[in-house]
């Protein structure tokens, strides 16, 4: 093994581009230099800031032993899904990383899927901090939008439509597969693996729905936890129609119903979009859906009522797996 890197050699080597001998690429050109005390960094004249971070420790949010370039783009597009929830533009980000070693080849990896994705959306990293300690990353992301077109969680209305990007339920049975609880084919354990491992945040959706969508929310711990975020916040009732669920292929084959159901309804790490609209912006719905290339899909929606949200097959009440990832479980 190579010399014990210190803090700021580490800093130098994996995490400065130009260090890297990489060419600046799009994006950059901030006013500030990783290295410093403080990123001086320039906002748009007449933009608002819409900012997020996430925190992933190794045994709660991802496996020990998992790829390290994939956890890289995960570690970022967690961020960035919460930037397109809100239909904000990334710009910036910030690493908080601790290491129980200064493993070399790890930091590698790590640092080309990060970069991989931030070159991808044009978001640059101008800062940071690195310590020894478990596992653990934590990323603060920094978008831009034009003000009042935030999309928020508490603006959803009685009488609007309940829409969904993708599907969900692929990263949930992806994990169920990697912790030896159903075993897939090896085609569908590789495609729901790579939905856990290496998800891709909706950025171009979120930004086409400014305008368009009255609130949105990535679905990161579950489709009816988050959905009922929005319908704690905005005051009213969610109403999900079970057969309008998208359905992932691994999923619609999967012998075990209930299992299917609960990845589907309760499983996280699936990074989609959920979001409210007025039935009078179905074709625009539609419209962004085909421009940023992901499909939206109706399931439901927003009735008036207590905060909660009923899933209904034939418009009647079925049982659901309610719950959603649990930090802190």
């Keep these: 093994m190579s010399p014990v890197l210190s803090e700021f050699e580490l800093i130098r080597r994996y995490f400065v581009r130009d260090a890297r001998g990489g060419a600046p690429g799009p994006g950059r050109g901030a006013p500030s230099v990783i290295g410093d005390d403080c990123a001086l960094l320039a906002a748009p004249s007449g933009l608002a800031l819409a900012v ?9 949010h991802f496996l020990s032993g998992t ?59 101008v800062g940071g901090d690195t310590t020894r300690g478990p596992r653990t990353i934590t990323i603060t992301a920094i978008g831009t ?26 990263a949930a049975l992806g994990l169920a597969h990697l912790r030896g609880r159903v075993t897939l084919p090896a085609a569908a354990a590789g495609q729901c ?19 368009i969508a009255s609130a949105a929310i990535d679905v990161s711990d579950g489709l009816l936890a988050d959905v009922g975020h929005i319908a704690e916040q905005s005051r009213v009732a969610a109403e999900v129609d079970y057969a309008a669920l998208p359905r992932a292929p691994a999923l619609a084959d999967l012998p075990d119903a209930n299992l299917a159901d609960e990845c589907i309804l309760g499983g996280g790490d699936d990074y989609e979009l959920a979001f409210t ?15 940023a290339g992901v499909a939206v899909t109706r399931i439901g ?29």
């Design 145 to 170: 939008l034009p003000p009042g077109y935030a999309l928020r969680r508490d603006a959803a209305v009685a009488g609007e439509d309940l829409w969904l990007s993708g599907a969900t339920g692929e």
């Design 52 to 60: 997020t971070t996430d925190t992933l420790s190794e045994g709660t």
């Design 193 to 211: 693996v790579t939905r856990l491992e290496a998800p891709e945040p909706r950025v171009a959706l979120g930004r086409k729905l400014r305008g």
């Design 277 to 291: 609209a007025p039935s009078a912006k179905r074709g625009e719905i539609e419209s962004a859906g085909r421009a």
């Design 67 to 125: 790829d390290a370039r994939r956890l890289g783009h995960k570690s970022l597009a967690v961020n960035l899904s919460d930037l397109a929830a809100m239909g904000a533009d990334p710009r910036w980000f910030l690493l908080a990383l601790a290491l129980p070693e200064a493993d070399e080849p790890w930091l590698a990896a790590f640092a080309a899927g990060m970069f991989a994705l931030a070159d991808a959306h044009r978001i640059e990293l």
């Design 301 to 329: 929606r927003i009735v008036a009522g207590a905060a909660e949200v009923r899933v209904l097959a034939d418009g009647k009440p079925v049982e659901a797996a309610r719950r959603g990832f649990d930090h802190f479980r």
